[in-house]
């Protein structure tokens, strides 16, 4: 019992990347910010990557020029560097400004703890309109130089952006944890206080993880269709390229929602494992803005009824005696009329 309860509550957030909930302030700024910006930094590069193999050997273009290569050499590593720069550090940076009040060791106002339950959507948008603004430039180099080439550049940025953003988010959700937990607490929890719920989540990153690339093969098989110049075998590479990328970032995105969505239940599970064992002081971390985190706001709330039936019964019994304070919390009214139960009333 004592090594699932050390364990606990040395991850109380779900992970142990996370750390404990008894760290300072300072250490969790520090925490943040390097797993937000290794976090996105990974993504955008990962992300830039599938770019460059949807343009250069999936999508059914032209090759690449001579000037659209000189143009591509030089424009590619400027914008990811100015986006990695805006998206994994300036993004982070600005965003975690506004949680001095944790560094002030105070509680949020309600200005205040809506802007820190409100960062992942911040960030991810930040993502969002670097992608977009990846589209808008490549595809508009791609419309002066070769524009044969502006429809596929626009496509692959497009849905790799799409991708990317949705992971972002999942990311964020879970580096920010702590904060939604600093700041959801000692807050009357009877609705949920994210951005959407859980149903409508999963429904969002079915589309985007696995709706969106699909829609991206069929659009590849419409213009190999048209098109008089397409072989079997071309068509073929480009059907399975499709599939594997499908594959890989649709997993990717399903298991960071499915644990976005299991980590509050595990919380849970394991503090009713240690209420069966007659621990009454258990408690769970509340650091879900969903309908999961007025599950785990629920659990604390029946956890506290339980220790105060318990505080009662044992003053009870103190007086009444063991036995019959028991029976009583059970119901048994017929407890009453016991021998001995009324002696033990009068003695006292």
Not at 234 to 245: K, P, Q, T, V
Not at 329 to 347: E, F, N, Q, T, V
């Amino acid at each position: 019992m004592m090594t699932r309860v050390s364990k606990q509550q040395a991850a109380p957030f779900g992970s142990v990347l996370l750390g404990p909930a008894t760290q300072t302030p300072q250490r969790l700024r520090v925490r943040l910010q390097l797993l937000l910006t290794t976090m996105l930094v990974v993504t955008h590069l990962i992300g830039a990557g599938v770019v460059l193999v949807l343009s250069l050997f999936v999508l059914p273009t032209q090759s690449l020029n001579h000037r659209s290569l000189v143009a591509l050499a030089i424009s590619v590593p400027t914008y990811v560097g100015v986006a990695t720069v805006v998206g994994g550090f300036w993004g982070t940076i600005s965003s975690l400004r506004g949680l001095r009040w944790i560094l002030e060791g105070r509680s949020p106002t309600s200005k205040e703890r809506r802007t820190a339950l409100r960062i992942p959507i911040r960030l991810t948008l930040i993502q969002g309109l670097l992608w977009t603004g990846g589209v808008v430039v490549f595809t508009l180099e791609a419309l002066v130089l070769q524009p044969d080439r502006a429809l596929g550049t626009a496509f692959s940025i497009f849905i790799s952006g799409l991708v990317v953003s949705t992971i972002a988010f999942l990311e964020t959700e879970f580096a920010l944890r702590p904060i939604a937990a600093l700041s959801l607490k000692g807050q009357a929890r009877r609705r949920r206080v994210g951005m959407t719920g859980v149903q409508a989540r999963v429904l969002l990153f079915w589309g985007i993880g696995t709706a969106a690339p699909v829609v991206g093969l069929g659009v590849a098989a419409i213009v190999a269709l048209t098109s008089d110049e397409m072989s079997k075998d071309r068509l073929a590479i480009i059907a399975l390229a499709l599939c594997g990328i499908v594959l890989i970032f649709g997993l990717l995105v399903t298991v960071l929602n499915a644990r976005a969505v299991v980590a509050p239940i595990t919380t849970v599970r394991s503090a009713l494992e240690r209420v069966g064992k007659g621990d009454f002081e258990a408690e769970v971390t509340v650091f879900d803005g969903t309908e999961l985190g007025l599950l785990q706001a629920g659990f604390n709330d029946m956890v506290s009824g339980l220790r105060e039936r318990e505080a009662l019964r044992d003053v009870f019994g103190r007086h009444v005696g063991r036995d019959v304070a028991e029976a009583a919390a059970a119901g048994k009214s017929s407890s009453a009329g016991r021998p001995g139960s009324s002696r033990c009333c009068s003695s006292t």
